[in-house]
Each structure stands twice: as structure tokens, then as C-alpha cells.
């Protein structure tokens, strides 16, 4: 993986304060950080940490309340035409019209963009070839999956980013999307990557930042966190460890049930 | 897949670039190129749910050639009165336009846009360059096809087997019936543009059905009385089938039902630009 390095030029990403807030419900409370042009950043937390509604703020399809945003440069409020241009998004509810083929999708969306991606191209890369005359609906879920991800690379982005990428995939499926999410960044895509698979932060991700109940708990290297928790620890103990779970292996049985029942109280 | 002409060091991004993106053009389509892909897209995909096909096409020839099927005295001719010459079968060719312009207008359209609001379709659009305005310019487009379509088969339908009297004035019926299809599928796309709910789209799309159907007296045999007359011309489907009822059997140009559809439109879509949601 290649190291980063902080503040090494002008961020491609930047979010300072944002907060945003349905009614009485803060959804995101505070939260920093920026992104480096050309890494895969992670965004990671528990469902209803802010964590969607961040990176929804960043595509432009959610006014923050307070704060500043800059993708690319430019306000995604102020400027949606360019976002649009140049961020995919791939969303975790991929939805499409029942009925229409994989093929008819990639040529329709990318008839918006003013340098898109060769479709036969894209459907070889996402191994999407001979499913290409099937309608949405038919397709399993990791096809669905992959169908997602062409669509947010079809208009080929400056900025991609990925919400919940694996979650339908069998593991060998995972291991190929992981590897694809490389090759697009070797590209130079900046890849925004919103996950809750430890195992993928750990192995793809740049630098990442754990979000939890709308503000930033932790931020870093993979290696920085784990090494910061200590010796041994994985990306999953340093989730665990900022998230409110503090489970300590050598303590006696009754703190450990103790923490079980806090279990209870999460969303 | 290597040759011996390659270099013996290689840095990793040359080859890994090989592998993904090119692009396939440079420069964008235009407007109307971009748009062409979007209606055809539509089309297609709209065509394949049969259902949808087979409750729009039929209903107009269904009503023209059902209704005087059953009620026999419609086939008999006027002698005297406002429709001298004309048959109880001519008389209601008007009610039948007027029907067959709303239902897709204001039923089949915001229900089929609520149903891609909740199913996310619109949602995933929205983080493309694709504007609003296009999606619903294109769905409007089909379901004017299809309304026209089905309109031309019933009256040629009804010309067939009834034998139908031509209009006194057909240019007159002409663009009242383009007025009333352009100011119903203007309230039709307010309709698409706000109403989230797949079942809150057929319930509302009924209501203003019926309340269409109501003002263009097509629910009243004989027409509207004065009284409800008089104010069914401010309403855009009452003004629609008087506009081609004077068309077809008086002598003048229904100049005030034409301008209240004009500003109707005028109001309407520029309502539905502002208003449109996508989720």
C-alpha cells in the first residue's frame, strides 16, 4: 500500500464542521476531514453514524446545515454541474427500472457524461459482458452490484464514491471487486469508500476515519490506528475500541457480560 | 501476456492503465442526441410491461364503439337543435377525446414517476448530469404518443362502423384537442413532480379524473347545465371539449376556452420545474 502523506498538496476532498440535521435528529454533528487526490479514503461506522449523509452532502444531494464542503474545488451546492460531471456515485440500494438490460443502463447514463467510458470496455472490466442483454430485475445481487459500480464509472470520474461496495458479494466476488476498486485508483480516481467491513478498510484503504453518532472519532493510517491501539490489534479492535465497545480480554467474566448488555443499546 | 520487446522494468501504473478507461468520445452529445437516447431508453423499457401497454391503448375504442353499442339511440341522427345533422355517436366523439387525453395525463403518468421515486430509479438519476426536466419531458412524450395513437385507432374505429360526420370546423378540433392533451399533461407533470406515493398518485390521479371528466360534462348526458357551464370553461379539461365541441358543431372559435388553456400550461410547468422532487 502506498504511504501517505499528510497535507502532501491540495486535498481533492475537503469537509470542515459539517453538521446537518433532520428536525430534531442530528445525523451528522461535526465532522473534518480531507482527502488526498488518487487514494482510496475510508469512511467507517455504524448504521446511523452519518456516515451516508456525509457522503450524500459531498455528492451534492444534501444541503448541509453548517460547514464548509469542497469537491474538486467547488461548493457541490454551488456547482452541482461539475460534481455531477465528476463524481460517480454508486449507491447501496442500486435501483434501476425493472426492465431494462445492463447494456440499455450503461449506453443511457452514459449518453449524460461529456467523456464516458467505452461501454463494451466497462462490461469486460466488470465481467459484465454476458449478462449485458438481462433485464435489472433478473439479475442476483452481486450482479446487481457490479451493474452499480459500472454505472458510477461509466461517466469515468475524477471521484468515486463507493457505498457499501461488497455487501451482496461472495468472497471469491469480493476479492475481485477489491482488486478492481485498486486498478481504478491506479487509474487516478479518488476513491471515497463507505464501509463496515473491517477486512476491506484494512486492506484497501489509504486513510480512513471512523465516524460514530455524527462526529469523527478516529482518523489515520490503518497502520497508525491499529499501532496507536497496540500491539497486535486489528482495524476491527480499533472500530470497536472508538465506538464505544472497550471489551478487554484478560478482565473477569461479569465486566465482560456487562458489556454485552450495552449491546442492546445500539442502533 | 508479455513480449520480449517490453522493457525489463516496468512501472506499475503503465500496465494497470492499459486495463481500465478509455474514453469512447470526446466532447459531448447535444441536447437533442442525449435526449433522443433517454426517450428511446423509456420507450423501450415501457413497452416491455405489458400491463401498462394494455391498459392505455384500448379505452378510447373500447368507449366509442362500446358505449353506442349498447345504447342504440345514440346511432340516430339529430333533426333539429345545436347537432342538426350530427348522429348521438358524433356527439360523443368529443367526450371520448377528452377522456382519452386525461386518464395517461393524469393517471398513468405521476403514478408510473411515484413508482420510480420509491423504487430509487430517480434517486440514481439525480447524481447524474441528467435533469428533471428531461426525464419527465421524456415520459410525456410517450404518453402524448400513446393518447394520440389511441385516439386515432377509436376514431377510425368509429368512422368504420358508425360512419362519422366530419367536424364543421376540423382545424378548430384539431388544435383544441392539442391545447387540451398540452394542458392536461401539464397538470399531469405537477402531479408527477409531487406526489411521492405510488398509491397516493393512482388515488389523487382519480380524484382530478373524475373532477376532469365532471367539468367536460362527459358524466352529464346532454352536457353541463348553464350555470356549471359558464365555470367549467376556467377549468382546463371543461375548456378542452367545450374548445372541440364548438369546433366540431357551432361556427365560431372558442377564443376564451383556448386562452384559458394557454395560461393553465403557462402556470402549470413552470410549477412542475420548481416543484420536482426526485426523491
Request: net charge neutral; glycine share 8%.
Amino acid at each position: 500500500m502506498p504511504t501517505s502523506v499528510p497535507g502532501s498538496g491540495q486535498p481533492i476532498i475537503e469537509v470542515r464542521n459539517l453538521r446537518k440535521t433532520y428536525g430534531p435528529k442530528v445525523a451528522v454533528d461535526d465532522v473534518s476531514f480531507s482527502v488526498q487526490p488518487g487514494e482510496i479514503f475510508g469512511i467507517l461506522g455504524t448504521n446511523g453514524a452519518g456516515k451516508s449523509t456525509t457522503v450524500e452532502c459531498l455528492a451534492g444531494l444534501r444541503t448541509p446545515d453548517h460547514g464548509t464542503v469542497r469537491v474538486l474545488g467547488v461548493d457541490p451546492q454551488a456547482r452541482p454541474d461539475v460534481i455531477r460531471q465528476h463524481v460517480g456515485v454508486q449507491f447501496q440500494e442500486s435501483a434501476l427500472h425493472d426492465k431494462i438490460t445492463v447494456r440499455e443502463a450503461v449506453n443511457l447514463f452514459a449518453s449524460y457524461y461529456d467523456e464516458p467510458a467505452d461501454a463494451d470496455q466497462l462490461l469486460r472490466l466488470l465481467s459484465l459482458t454476458k449478462h449485458q442483454d438481462k433485464h435489472f430485475a433478473a439479475l442476483s445481487g452481486g450482479l446487481k452490484q457490479r451493474v452499480s459500480i459500472a454505472l458510477a464509472l461509466v461517466g469515468r470520474p475524477k471521484v468515486a464514491i463507493l457505498d457499501e461496495l461488497t455487501t451482496a458479494l461472495d468472497p471469491a466476488a469480493r476479492r475481485q471487486t477489491w482488486e478492481l476498486v485498486k486498478r481504478v485508483r491506479d487509474a487516478g480516481v479518488t476513491v471515497l469508500l463507505v464501509t463496515h467491513f473491517m477486512d476491506e478498510a484494512e486492506y484497501l484503504c489509504d486513510r480512513l476515519v471512523i465516524i460514530d453518532a455524527g462526529v469523527v472519532v478516529a482518523a489515520g493510517t490503518p497502520r497508525e490506528l491499529t499501532s496507536a491501539l497496540g500491539e497486535g490489534t486489528s482495524l476491527e479492535d480499533v472500530f470497536l475500541a472508538h465506538t464505544g465497545f472497550a471489551y478487554d480480554a484478560g478482565t473477569d467474566t461479569d465486566a465482560a457480560s456487562d458489556d454485552l448488555d450495552d449491546l442492546d443499546d445500539v442502533a | 501476456m508479455t513480449t520480449t520487446a517490453r522493457p525489463a522494468v516496468r512501472s506499475p501504473k503503465q500496465s494497470t492503465t492499459q486495463r481500465t478507461l478509455t474514453p469512447a468520445r470526446s466532447g459531448r452529445l447535444s441536447a437533442p442526441r442525449r435526449f433522443a437516447t433517454l426517450v428511446a431508453t423509456e420507450a423501450r423499457v415501457w413497452l416491455r410491461d405489458i400491463s401498462t401497454v394494455a391498459t392505455t391503448l384500448p379505452f378510447p375504442i373500447a368507449f366509442l364503439l362500446g358505449i353506442p353499442a349498447i345504447n342504440e339511440d345514440m346511432r340516430h341522427t339529430f333533426t333539429e337543435g345545436v347537432f342538426a345533422g350530427f348522429t348521438g355517436v358524433d356527439v360523443f366523439v368529443p367526450a371520448v377525446l377528452a377522456m382519452s387525453m386525461t386518464a395517461p395525463a393524469v393517471m398513468a403518468l405521476p403514478t408510473a414517476f411515484a413508482g420510480f421515486r420509491d423504487k430509487g430509479v430517480l434517486r440514481r438519476m439525480s447524481a447524474t448530469p441528467l435533469r428533471p426536466q428531461a426525464m419527465l419531458g421524456a415520459h410525456v412524450l410517450i404518453n402524448v404518443a400513446v393518447t394520440v395513437l389511441a385516439a386515432a385507432l377509436a376514431l377510425v374505429a368509429g368512422h368504420l362502423v358508425f360512419g362519422l360526420t366530419m367536424p364543421n370546423d376540423l382545424a378548430v378540433v384539431v388544435g383544441s384537442y392539442a391545447a387540451g392533451v398540452v394542458v392536461m399533461f401539464a397538470l399531469g407533470t405537477v402531479l408527477a413532480a409531487v406526489v411521492k406515493n405510488p398509491s397516493h398518485a393512482a388515488g389523487v390521479g382519480m380524484l382530478v379524473f373524475f373532477a376532469s371528466l365532471v367539468s367536460a360534462g362527459v358524466m352529464t348526458p346532454g352536457g353541463l347545465p348553464d350555470g356549471l357551464a359558464q365555470v367549467a370553461r376556467f377549468i382546463p379539461l371543461g375548456a378542452a371539449a367545450q374548445a372541440m365541441q364548438e369546433g366540431w358543431f357551432g361556427d365560431g372559435v372558442p377564443v376564451l376556452q383556448l386562452a384559458v388553456m394557454a395560461v393553465w400550461t403557462a402556470v402549470l410547468v413552470p410549477t412542475a420545474a420548481k416543484l420536482f422532487r426526485w426523491s
